[in-house]
């Protein structure tokens, strides 16, 4: 069975300065997605950034990247130059061809500090 | 585009006591999902839908029915509320598989 793993419950980080927020996932598949939610105190879901895993290159949107590490089964997501309204619950998420389930870790709560 | 729409947006209700939470989406997305969210658990699928009439159970289904009658509507009901389903409940939907989910605002709801 797929699991995703977020081992960082809580995280702070200074306006403007960079962090990453943690995901592994486990798989035996070759083929499949990897998402980055965030969830701000208003509760919308909202898609940070999207991973293809037969893609090598990283994703990138603005401020925000991730570092794929497929061997590693290692999704992490570097927000850089932060603001105080990156301020959510970040959300790991996996699918695989095959299934229409999505699988989601705990989250990981960033707040940036002023 | 409203995108995902679900209400109520909060609910109080006894134990033992029936409801359906509303979901509608106008993006014409064949899949749909309902999650619930408890604190340090993340996302949990209830059960999801790959197209009218077609629905299937997620992770956590007990206490929880859904129907699929039309592509827009996915409701969820719960048969006899219990304190333990007192969470916060997201509907998603996505057009096809791997795609990315649209999330819905989601309802509180809290269980006596």
């Known amino acids: 069975a797929q699991t995703v793993t977020q081992s960082q419950p809580e995280m702070s980080v200074q306006e403007a300065e960079t962090v990453t927020l943690s995901c592994t996932y486990d798989?035996?598949?070759?083929?499949?997605?990897l998402f980055w939610y965030k969830q701000p105190p208003s509760r919308q879901m909202i898609l940070v950034i999207r991973?293809?895993?037969?893609?090598?290159q990283n994703a990138t949107e603005n401020r925000f990247s991730v570092n794929f590490q497929k061997a590693a089964k290692s999704f992490s997501l570097k927000i850089s130059d932060s603001q105080l309204g990156d301020t959510a619950m970040y959300f790991c998420?996996?699918?695989?061809?095959?299934?229409?389930?999505?699988?989601f870790g705990t989250g990981t709560r960033l707040k940036v500090l002023a | 585009n409203a995108g995902v729409t679900q209400t109520p947006k909060f609910q109080v209700l006894k134990t033992g006591q029936s409801m359906t939470l509303q979901c509608a989406q106008d993006?014409?997305?064949?899949?749909m999902s309902w999650y619930r969210q408890d604190p340090g658990m993340g996302l949990r699928l209830i059960h999801y839908?790959?197209?009218?009439?077609?629905?299937d159970q997620g992770e956590v289904p007990n206490g929880y029915n859904v129907s699929r009658s039309t592509t827009e509507d996915f409701p969820l009901r719960l048969l006899s509320a219990a304190p333990s389903q007192t969470s916060v409940y997201f509907c998603?939907?996505?057009?096809?598989?791997?795609?990315?989910?649209?999330f819905g605002p989601g309802t509180r709801l809290l269980v006596l």
């Open positions: 839908s790959v197209g009218a009439g077609i629905t």
């Open positions: 993006m014409n997305h064949e899949y």
């Open positions: 991973q293809e895993a037969y893609k090598q």
């Open positions: 998603a939907s996505h057009p096809g598989a791997l795609e990315t989910q649209y």
């Open positions: 998420a996996f699918t695989r061809t095959g299934t229409y389930k999505y699988i």
């Open positions: 798989t035996s598949e070759s083929n499949y997605y």
